[in-house]
Antibody, heavy 121, light 109 residues
Framework: QVQLQESGPGLVKPSETLSLTCTVSVGGTISSYCWSWIRQPAGQGLEWIGLICSSGNTIYNPSLESRVGMSVDRSKNQFSLKLSSVTAADTAVYFC??????????????WGPGTPVYVSS | EIVMTQSPGTLSVSPGERATLSCRASQSVSRNLAWYQQKPGQAPRLLIY???TRATGIPARFSGSGSGTEFTLTISSLQSEDFAVYYCQQYNDWPPLYTFGQGTKLEIK
């Protein structure tokens, strides 16, 4: 059963770049799937940030597109998120999740447990 | 962007009773809709995809229905572990812009 685990700094200074990695393990593989990042500010709802497919193709939420970058490292079974020029509004729990490649199968399952990121000086 | 609106915001139901949660899309999403359950401090868990197909391991008391713009999640007989926040999510938009509803909190009456 595939498992996902987010990792990265829990504290980022304003105007700097947030960097997170999601490791896919326990029988999972990066290949043949797409992988998304989703975030959730405390007490609020869920916001999709973007996805990267095993082919390397990326699609980002237009509201964040100018600040987002994603990459995949197949050798390590990992994919990563970079979000630049962060502000306090980027403080949230960040989740990674798997999606199937076909556009009609783009639900999120499974999810990583999430990692909190605080933006503060 | 397709806006997903869930109602009610909070639903108070007694254990053993039925709960009905609604989700409305601002434009048709066909049947490309999923439901998730989220408990405090945990990640969301997939319950339903394709509007009505239960995910692996999800009890039969959870059922989904609807198509187009109107969707419903029904929990037939509430168990203590079902009290949580529920989100709907559409995956019909192209180019992809996946959006979630704001959530319905299901609480014990």
């Amino acid at each position: 059963q595939v498992q996902l685990q987010e990792s990265g700094p829990g504290l980022v200074k304003p105007s700097e770049t947030l960097s997170l990695t999601c490791t896919v393990s326990v029988g999972g593989t990066i290949s043949s799937y797409c992988w998304s990042w989703i975030r959730q500010p405390a007490g609020q709802g869920l916001e999709w940030i973007g996805l990267i497919c095993s082919s390397g193709n990326t699609i980002y939420n237009p509201s964040l597109e100018s600040r987002v970058g994603m990459s995949v490292d197949r050798s390590k079974n990992q994919f990563s998120l970079k979000l630049s020029s962060v502000t306090a509004a980027d403080t949230a729990v960040y989740f990674c999740a798997r999606q199937y490649s076909h556009r009609s199968e783009r639900w999120f399952d499974p999810w990583g447990p999430g990692t909190p990121v605080y933006v503060s000086s | 962007e397709i806006v997903m609106t869930q109602s009610p915001g909070t639903l108070s139901v007694s254990p053993g009773e039925r709960a009905t949660l609604s989700c409305r899309a601002s434009q048709s999403v066909s049947r490309n809709l999923a439901w998730y359950q989220q408990k405090p401090g945990q990640a969301p868990r997939l319950l339903i995809y394709g509007a009505s197909t239960r995910a692996t391991g999800i009890p039969a008391r959870f059922s989904g229905s609807g198509s187009g713009t109107e969707f419903t999640l029904t929990i037939s007989s509430l168990q203590s572990e079902d009290f949580a926040v529920y989100y709907c999510q559409q995956y019909n938009d192209w180019p992809p812009l996946y959006t979630f509803g704001q959530g319905t909190k299901l609480e014990i009456k």
